[in-house]
Nanobody
Framework: QVQLVESGGGLVQTGGSLRLSCAAS????????VGWFRQAPGKERVVVGA????????YYADSVKGRFTISRDNTKNTMYLQMNGLKPEDTAVYYC?????????????????WGQGTQVTVSS
């Protein structure tokens, strides 16, 4: 069983930056594919970025390409989402996720473990 705990959300002005962290318990995290999702009020949870177990393959949603960077440090059992150039439309609850398969995935249902979510609010 893997538990994911997020941190780093908050309130930021347009154009600002935030870095989200997601700490994982469990020895197998380094072999898992991971992803970040977000859910805005009244909308579905959608993928923001995804990363394979060794970082060799990445995916970004078009809406965040060039602004967000997903990464991981398997020695620390932690994954990150660096968010730059934030916009009001980035406001959402952000979730980290992990899957027992080592490859990345963009579909919510392919993930086995989820964090509790952290709020990111971007003011205009």
């Amino acid at each position: 069983q893997v538990q994911l705990v997020e941190s780093g959300g908050g309130l930021v002005q347009t154009g600002g930056s935030l870095r989200l962290s997601c700490a994982a318990s469990g020895r197998s995290f380094s072999t898992y594919g991971v992803g970040w999702f977000r859910q805005a009020p009244g909308k579905e949870r959608v993928v923001v970025g995804a990363l394979s177990w060794n970082g060799g393959h990445t995916y970004y949603a078009d809406s965040v390409k060039g602004r967000f960077t997903i990464s991981r440090d398997n020695t620390k059992n932690t994954m990150y989402l660096q968010m730059n150039g934030l916009k009001p439309e980035d406001t959402a609850v952000y979730y980290c996720a992990a899957r027992r398969d080592p490859s990345m995935a963009t579909v919510r249902g392919y993930y086995d473990y989820w964090g509790q979510g952290t709020q990111v609010t971007v003011s205009s």
